[in-house]
């Protein structure tokens, strides 16, 4: 018998990611753009959704997947707008992976612009895990507070895009959302940083139209 | 608290390293866990500990290094260990910045036994 010490190093989520790099290969060459939506539950990723729903009729063809720990609920909410959705039930799980959506890929629309994924409600562990997404928005509704993105670095680090959602409920609450912009961005100086409200519509315009342009620059690269 | 997805993740490579080696078993697994990465080492030393059980690495020790987090400035190229996830060069104030170290998740090394033949005296 010996000893033997084998060097690997490789990355632990190597699998996920080459799950990951699959799908986004394969979404990019249908120029579909995929988006991952990431926020602490009760943020308001569900009715930006319905509110994109609204705002891309008769402009762009969309498709969600959400996932969530239990129920259809959410998938429900999208379906009433005329949207096809897919619902991930994790059972417990805390976060997506690229598998899981993996498996629903081949049940995706190949005419669609813009695939959203709509993550477990949770600021910590989605941020690990790439599931073949082009941009990654991170929400912080003004309820949760300013303090968050230090608080839970990776989500933040690792995303393209800030949504400072539920604008319209600033006046009665003492969210600074300069301080939480500055702090998001001290941490990530690439963040784009929106602030939005889907239920007066402010900054809805300008969020679509940056997803447009995201999306032609992949369309342009398929 | 996805500490045991990623050891179950992590037990991919370990089964696939040890049939490769042919190991009989493996007594050590070496990782990296950035500061930055989202994971709570003594979870994963848990959640190591009871996957585990009843595997080829069964009684292995995990340990884990911890690399702290640190940037590198590519308007003045200096290079800063912080304490906190600011990213900002201490130096130059530029943001242009690449995270050095502080974001891995790293399987490092595995020590195993093998049914070789030890080498000769």
């Not at chain 1, 959705?85 to 799980?93: L, M, V």
């Not at chain 2, 696939?16 to 950035?34: D, F, P, S, W």
């Not at chain 2, 974001?103 to 595995?110: A, D, F, G, S, T």
Request: hydrophobic share 45%.
């Amino acid at each position: 018998m010996a000893k033997k010490d084998v060097f690997v190093l490789q990355d632990i989520l190597l699998s996920n990611a080459q799950t990951a790099a699959a799908i986004r290969r394969e979404l990019e060459s249908r120029k579909i753009l995929a988006v991952n939506l990431l926020s602490s539950p009760g943020a308001g990723k569900t009715t930006l959704l319905e509110a994109l729903a609204e705002r891309l009729k008769g402009r762009a063809r969309m498709a969600v997947i959400e996932g969530d720990i239990e129920t259809e609920r959410d998938a429900e909410r999208i379906r009433a707008r005329g949207i096809p959705a897919w619902q991930i039930t994790t059972g417990g799980a805390c976060h997506l992976e690229a598998k899981m959506i993996g498996k629903v890929l081949p049940d995706i629309p190949t005419d669609i612009d813009f695939l959203f994924i709509e993550n477990v409600g949770n600021l910590v562990c989605p941020a690990g895990y790439d599931l073949g997404e082009r941009l990654r928005m991170v929400l912080l509704s003004a309820p949760e507070g300013d303090d968050k993105p230090k608080k839970y670095p990776l989500a933040f680090v690792t995303a393209d895009v800030l949504l400072l959602s539920k604008s319209d409920l600033r006046p009665f609450l003492p969210f600074d959302a300069e301080k939480a912009q500055a702090e998001a961005l001290a941490l990530n100086p690439k963040l784009r940083v929106f602030i939005i409200s889907a239920v007066s519509g402010q900054g809805l315009d300008d969020l679509v139209d940056f997803l447009f342009r995201a999306r032609e620059e992949i369309a342009s690269r398929a | 608290m996805h500490e045991l997805s990623l050891v179950a993740s992590m037990f991919e490579t370990l089964l696939e390293q040890a049939r490769l080696h042919k190991a009989r078993r493996i007594t050590g697994v070496r990782i990296q866990v950035g500061a930055l990465a989202g994971v709570v080492p003594e979870l994963l030393e848990s959640a190591f500990d009871s996957y585990k059980k009843g595997t080829i690495a069964d009684g292995a020790v995990l340990t884990i290094v911890k690399p702290p987090f640190t940037i590198r400035c590519r308007a003045c190229g200096d290079e800063t260990v912080r304490e906190d996830f600011a990213l900002a060069c201490p130096a130059c104030a530029s943001t242009d910045l690449e995270i050095v170290h502080g974001m891995e998740l790293v399987l490092e090394k595995i020590e195993m036994e093998t049914d070789d033949p030890l080498p000769a005296p």
